[in-house]
Structure formats: structure tokens, C-alpha cells
């Protein structure tokens, strides 16, 4: 059970813990569908990242929805996963050499498209983390 109680916006469990305040529940959705629409970045690369940065962020909301492949043939997948790794362990250890390889696949556009990708997907699970956010009934790997 999460640690607060639903609020009377939204309908995912996630967005009932925000929806105590509509316009932050309103705003968080709208970035959130910019993330996911307006980019370059492909679905597959950002659900990648997502599924590693929910077992790295403790989420088990998120969680649910399965850990990230153990491969990632694709040279702009893989980079992107292990950056959202390296976010994980902390984001002031990155080092100019490692964004010297990001840019080897990315230009600098899809590297700050990518960083907020990441940060936000990070502030999502900190919040199904911090309030225990458990899978809904129905939720699994096979549903997202």
C-alpha cells in the first residue's frame, strides 16, 4: 500500500499519488508525452533505459513492466543504457571521455534528449519508490 492516499485526479496508480494537485498532476503528463513523442529518440531505446533505471531506482511499480535486455546489438541502445547506468551510480562521475563515446552515436540534441529522458524516468521512480508504489493487478511484462 502506498504511503499516501489517492488523490481525485488520474488513473494509474502513479498518477493518483500526484493527482492530490491537478496541475502537477496535468504538467508531469505533458512532459511526459513530450518525452515520449516529440523526440528523435526511439520507443525501444527510451523503454530500455526505463527498465534499467527501475531496478536501479528501486521501483517496483515500474519494475513490473521487466528488466532490460541482457544485449543491445544497437551501438546507440547500448551507449544510451549505459549511460542511464552510469547515471545510476552517479551523474558528477561522468567524464568528458565518456561523453566524447556518447557522441560517437549521438549529437549533442539527442544527448540532452536522452539526459531528460533519464532524469525525468529517474524522478517518476523516486516517487513510486519514496510512496512504495506496488504493480496494479494485471500489470505485468507482457501488458506495456
Known amino acids: 500500500m502506498p504511503r499516501i492516499g489517492d488523490g481525485q485526479h488520474g488513473t494509474t496508480g502513479f498518477q493518483r499519488l500526484l493527482g492530490h494537485n491537478a496541475a502537477i498532476l496535468a504538467a508531469w503528463e505533458h512532459l511526459e508525452e513530450t518525452l515520449l513523442s516529440k523526440g528523435t529518440l526511439t520507443p525501444q531505446l527510451k523503454e530500455q533505459v526505463r527498465r534499467v533505471l527501475a531496478f536501479g531506482n528501486g521501483c517496483e511499480y515500474c519494475?513490473?513492466?521487466g528488466r532490460?535486455?541482457?544485449?543491445h546489438p544497437d551501438p546507440k541502445e547500448s551507449l544510451a543504457v549505459a549511460l542511464a547506468e552510469l547515471m545510476l551510480q552517479g551523474p558528477r562521475d561522468i567524464t568528458d571521455a565518456q561523453f566524447d563515446v556518447l557522441r560517437s552515436e549521438f549529437s549533442d540534441a539527442e544527448i540532452s534528449e536522452l539526459l531528460a529522458w533519464i532524469?525525468?524516468?529517474?524522478?517518476s521512480q523516486t516517487i513510486g519508490a519514496v510512496l512504495q508504489l506496488k504493480p496494479e493487478p494485471g500489470q505485468s511484462q507482457t501488458a506495456r
Open 63 to 65: 519494475q513490473a513492466w
Open 68 to 71: 532490460a535486455a541482457d544485449s
Open 119 to 123: 532524469t525525468f524516468i529517474t524522478a
